[in-house]
């Protein structure tokens, strides 16, 4: 008999361990990671890529372009709005990926195994421990085996929560669309705005120079006179500051015209420094006119918009993690079958098939089941509440924006009617001009005077179209349908917002 002696297994112990060691250290010296800053020379590359893309694959101007151009190469250009629509594919990609955890799994497997030695036993007596040595040595199994399996495992508890997940995931696709929606809607309020702002400036911009020149004309014959000593001092030095002064308002108005163009640009996705003209109106500037009551403005606000809708979906899946979370706590039943083979030529059959049920339940989830419960229906209520408090503030938010769409229609009547007094007063002024200073600086005072009304018409116009725009925003009101767009020219989609009258009101 031979006692248990477990000394020979001691060296190797020593040559595992030291082995397992210096694999250790390999492994922590090749994934020691060192900051590799990002160099000049890359942001170079990187830059000079991103230009390339910024602006290819658009459609050139080839004219004057109208609002409803405007608003069309910005549904289909603006870079805020192609990562919302990627978002959105991604979205439905994870959607269509998620349904793919509702299916079985199916597992192949295929291996090689080697040993340096046989596999061979001994017994022991286990009444004493001590080891009793066969008489002869065999072995069942080869030294080197290769082994191959296809195991088909289906869970019922996973399909369960793999199902409710995947609903999940379509549903939060769902929300990235109507957010796709939310970004078009501001879109389009800010084009609406701009697009008028940029109209005044090309429709003032030819007359600021003109006038400046004069200016800049009385201003050098003021200081002849005063070298001259022509007129007093204090009246000369008068003049001139009222000069200035007249100087300094037309530079501003000047500098705050060729803002905007840039801002429409930027909008539309077009270069900055891109020269294009704009479809200016021939006839008087109208005002948009409101097809519905407000009751009709509630109603379809209520309806349509975003917010409210991404709120539904955020409910929905509340309720389908409350599920989720009751099939849990349910036991799962696996189902397992598949094909196998091992080449150890000691087997009396190296192929086999084997099938099986299996029922597993942990236990644990009994305790924790109904608080997770709890805690979605809790989400649930919270997401109910924010809804019903949503539909308050969207309710506000409709009566404050007709409100203000009223007072900036009365201020653009104002507007309007000022800038027909002061143009009269300047032609009156112009008529009576003669060679005597003090009428010159007045006709030039009513010059600038009517140029800043039909400035100041042009800024109040453009804040109506701009509360129109917000209200028609408030209301959730689409300018297109939004799928496809992104695959018609520019003059269809300006074709098909001009049939549908999104821009109504602006000729």
């Known amino acids: 008999m031979t006692n248990i002696n ?22 922590l010296t090749g994934c020691a990671v060192i900051p590799n800053p990002i160099t000049q020379a890359e942001r170079s590359e990187t830059l000079k890529a ?19 151009e405007a608003m069309a190469r ?3 250009y603006n870079l805020d709005h192609r990562v919302k629509m990627l978002e959105q594919a991604m979205a439905l990609g994870q959607a269509d990926v998620a349904r793919f955890d509702m299916l079985p799994r199916l597992v192949a497997n295929a291996g090689y195994v080697t040993r340096n030695n046989y596999l061979v036993s001994d017994s022991m007596y286990v009444d004493t421990g001590e080891i009793v040595p066969s008489t002869r040595r ?15 495992t289906w869970n019922a508890l996973d399909f369960g929560v793999s199902y409710f997940q995947a609903h999940q995931q379509a549903n939060r696709s769902l929300i990235l669309a109507e957010r796709q929606r939310k970004t078009v809607h501001q879109l389009m309020h800010q084009v609406r705005q701009a697009y008028w702002l940029a109209v005044g400036a090309e429709a003032l911009e030819s007359q600021v120079a003109p006038l400046l020149f004069e200016v800049r004309e009385a201003l050098s014959n003021a200081e002849a006179v005063e070298r001259e000593q022509l007129r007093p001092p204090l009246e000369t030095l008068n003049y001139r500051k009222a000069m200035l002064d007249i100087v300094r308002q037309l530079e501003a108005m000047r500098d705050e015209l060729r803002q905007a163009k840039p801002k429409l640009a930027n909008l539309m996705n077009l270069p900055p420094a891109t020269q294009f003209k704009l479809d200016l109106p021939t006839g008087p500037l109208l005002s948009p006119k409101l097809q519905m009551t407000l009751e009709q403005m509630e109603e379809q606000a209520l309806l349509q918009r975003p917010e409210l809708i991404e709120a539904d979906l955020q409910e929905r899946i509340g ?6 979370a009751l099939v849990r706590m349910l036991p799962g039943i696996e189902i397992f079958a598949g094909p196998h083979y091992d080449s150890n030529r000691f087997l009396a059959n190296n192929n086999w098939t084997d099938a099986g049920l299996r029922v597993t339940w942990n236990l644990l989830n009994l305790l924790s089941g109904p608080k997770q419960i709890q805690l979605a229906e809790d989400q649930t209520e919270v997401s109910r509440m924010q809804r019903l408090a949503l539909n308050v503030a969207i309710l506000t938010q409709v009566h404050v924006a007709w409100q203000d769409y009223n007072a900036r229609e009365r201020q653009y009547a104002l507007s309007q009617e000022i800038f027909t007094i002061d143009e009269k007063i300047h032609g009156h002024t112009k008529a009576a001009v003669d060679i005597n200073a003090q009428n010159k600086l007045n006709q030039i005072r009513s010059g600038v005077t009517a140029l800043m009304s039909e400035y100041r018409r042009y800024q109040s116009y453009a804040a109506m179209q701009s509360s129109y725009g917000q209200l028609i925003a408030t209301l959730g009101s689409d300018p ?7 695959d018609k020219p520019v003059a269809e989609l300006a074709k098909l917002l001009t049939q549908v009258g999104s821009t109504s009101g602006n000729r």
């Open 480 to 486: 297109l349908p939004l799928a496809g767009l992104s």
């Open 319 to 324: 309720i389908l993690e409350t599920r989720k």
């Open 74 to 76: 910005t549904i289909k």
């Open 6 to 27: 477990m000394s020979p297994a001691r060296p190797f112990i020593r040559r595992s361990t030291s082995i397992v060691a210096l694999a250790i250290s390999a492994l």
């Open 138 to 152: 065999t072995t069942s199994q080869e030294r080197e085996r290769n082994t191959a399996d296809l195991n088909f």
């Open 50 to 68: 991103d230009r390339l893309q910024l602006f290819t694959n658009q459609e050139a101007v080839t004219g004057p372009i109208t609002l409803e």
